[in-house]
T-cell receptor
Framework: NAGVTQTPKFQVLKTGQSMTLQCAQDMNHNSMYWYRQDPGMGLRLIYYSASEGTTDKGEVPNGYNVSRLNKREFSLRLESAAPSQTSVYFC???????????FGDGTRLSIL | AQTVTQSQPEMSVQEAETVTLSCTYDTSENNYYLFWYKQPPSRQMILVIRQEAYKQQNATENRFSVNFQKAAKSFSLKISDSQLGDTAMYFCASLSGGGADGLTFGKGTHLIIQP
């Protein structure tokens, strides 16, 4: 079982470039999440999708957009990348909101 | 809003010893969930243990157990017979009963198991 798959695993961008991080899960989960992890910090929620067709802002949504393409896929887009968005990005999913979240392996994104 | 505090940035113990990681949280809700996640150098986020706030019994998973003190809003993780593979960052996290806002994480404790 693949679980939660994130692509790419590493990426370097220049300031102002755009990029979409992809996430797919094969566990038939309803809820999906995007977090970012900065040095010395725990993960912080960017956006989440409680079910197909819905998305909501988390703690740090500025500079990001998301799309819940279908039940399996939840993408995160940076329209104009900034150095402050250099981070490790994690996608997660859960069967229902209250069940444990399963995480992908993360994407390390550097913006120069 | 929920907050989670881990006051121990780093801990180091000898292999086979028992170690306890501290976590306190703040929430205004009666229904919520608490978790410990492990993040080894591989960067994966691995669920260690889960506690439902309405259950008084402390959760256990093999060598891992929690001490859940609801009135004190404390949720510590005890690792017994520690192993070299337990070396990792450990994050405490909370989830509201509605689960609408995703997990709220502490800043983590870096646990080092010495041979």
């Amino acid at each position: 079982n693949a679980g939660v798959t994130q692509t790419p695993k590493f990426q370097v961008l220049k300031t102002g470039q755009s990029m979409t991080l992809q996430c797919a899960q094969d566990m038939n989960h309803n809820s999906m999440y995007w977090y970012r992890q900065d040095p010395g910090m725990g993960l912080r929620l960017i956006y989440y999708s409680a079910s197909e067709g819905t998305t909501d802002k988390g703690e740090v949504p500025n500079g990001y957009n998301v799309s819940r393409l279908n039940k399996r896929e939840f993408s995160l887009r940076l329209e104009s990348a900034a150095p402050s968005q250099t981070s490790v990005y994690f996608c997660a999913s859960s069967g229902t909101r209250n069940q444990p979240q399963h995480f992908g392996d993360g994407t390390r994104l550097s913006i120069l | 809003a929920q907050t989670v505090t881990q006051s121990q940035p780093e801990m180091s113990v000898q292999e086979a010893e028992t170690v306890t990681l501290s976590c306190t949280y703040d929430t205004s809700e009666n229904n919520y969930y608490l978790f410990w996640y492990k993040q080894p150098p591989s960067r994966q986020m691995i669920l260690v243990i889960r506690q439902e706030a309405y259950k008084q019994q402390n959760a256990t998973e093999n060598r891992f157990s929690v001490n859940f003190q609801k009135a004190a809003k404390s949720f510590s993780l005890k690792i017994s017979d520690s192993q070299l593979g337990d070396t990792a960052m450990y994050f405490c996290a909370s989830l509201s009963g509605g689960g609408a806002d995703g997990l709220t994480f502490g800043k983590g404790t870096h646990l080092i198991i010495q041979p």
